[in-house]
């Protein structure tokens, strides 16, 4: 660790993380970086099989009394309460709160209703479930401690081909965003929100469980939870996660191309619109060489 890192009033030794949908993937990636930083660690997923077999590995770099294994079904109220029960009673605190349970099931604009009622339940509900369970008792804690809401660039961008995904995570950006500011305005609040938006990352929901090594373009769920812990120390808010294959300067690009959807009045997703096809390709190219 850096000496920055050492000072950090949240992200040290000592102090207590949550992670929610940690058996795999992120999640798992982060709890194993909050151990080998020496947080506690009480880990959470609906799978439990091996949301344990990650607690064996976490005891061996913390110690068995500074890991707390809970399979929690986020969408649950009633587990998540229990959840928060057991932490608060094992460690008395939580300093990071990693919301970062999530699925991917497929749901269109007129079809699978099912998948979009899990979709929200787990993408949407789940991390409500655990900021009103949490957050009053944190916003009371002592020491500083910080909330990290894991949304999706398809919630910003909206590409087209899963509509429940992208609109679960676009209402993750917009529940995120007002909690930062609730909790900005709060008298003697010393609890921050962030919101992590991963690139490509090389997991279980994105195709991790079907490949067998990492594509070329993605990184690896360590590198971005290490790039997001960079960026949650400098106090960001909006924590967009580059990849091999797509620079950070793209990403803005498109975002910024898609707010002028509305701004502007050009049809909905005009990005993938074949009449303006060729205008945001002109586009990208020319925001890419001012850039460089």
């Known amino acids: ?10 992200l040290h030794a000592g102090r207590v993380a949550l992670v929610t949908g940690a058996a795999s993937g992120i999640g798992r990636a982060a709890a194993l970086e909050f151990a080998k930083q020496g947080l506690k660690v009480a880990i959470a997923d609906v799978a439990a ?3 344990h077999a990650l607690g064996v590995v976490l005891a061996k770099l913390v110690g ?16 998540v309460v229990r959840l928060r029960d ?22 269109t604009s007129w079809d699978g209703i099912e998948n979009w009622r899990k979709v929200f339940d787990v993408n949407l509900f789940g991390i409500v479930n655990v900021q009103q369970t949490f957050v ?4 009371h804690q002592e020491n500083p401690a910080l909330v990290i809401n894991t949304g999706s660039k398809q919630g910003i961008t909206n590409p087209p081909g ?15 965003e007002g909690l930062a500011h609730e909790l900005r305005v709060k008298a003697n609040c010393n609890v921050t929100a962030h ?9 279980g929901l994105t195709g991790a469980g079907k490949a067998t090594e990492k594509p070329a373009g993605a990184w690896s769920a360590e590198d971005t939870v290490l790039y997001m812990l960079d ?3 400098a106090g960001e808010f909006y924590i967009l996660v580059p990849d091999n294959e797509t620079k950070r300067e793209l990403d803005q690009l498109r975002i910024m191309w898609g707010a002028a959807d509305i701004a502007e009045g050009r049809p909905a997703l005009s990005r993938w619109h074949p009449n303006y096809k060729a205008l945001y390709e002109e586009y990208i190219r020319e925001g890419l060489a001012q850039l460089e």
């Open 162 to 176: 899963n509509a429940a995904y992208n609109a679960s995570k676009a209402a993750v950006k917009s529940l995120t």
């Open 1 to 10: 660790m850096s000496v920055a890192d050492d000072l950090h009033p949240v």
């Open 49 to 51: 099989e091996p949301l």
């Open 64 to 79: 068995e009394a500074n890991v707390l294994v809970v399979p929690t079904d986020v969408a649950q109220i009633e587990e």
């Open 136 to 139: 009053p008792s944190m916003i």
């Open 195 to 203: 919101l992590f938006i991963p690139g490509w990352t090389f997991t």
């Open 231 to 233: 960026k949650v120390r």
């Open 86 to 107: 057991r932490v608060y009673e094992a460690w008395g605190e939580v300093a990071v709160l990693m919301n970062n349970a999530g699925i991917g099931n497929l749901g």
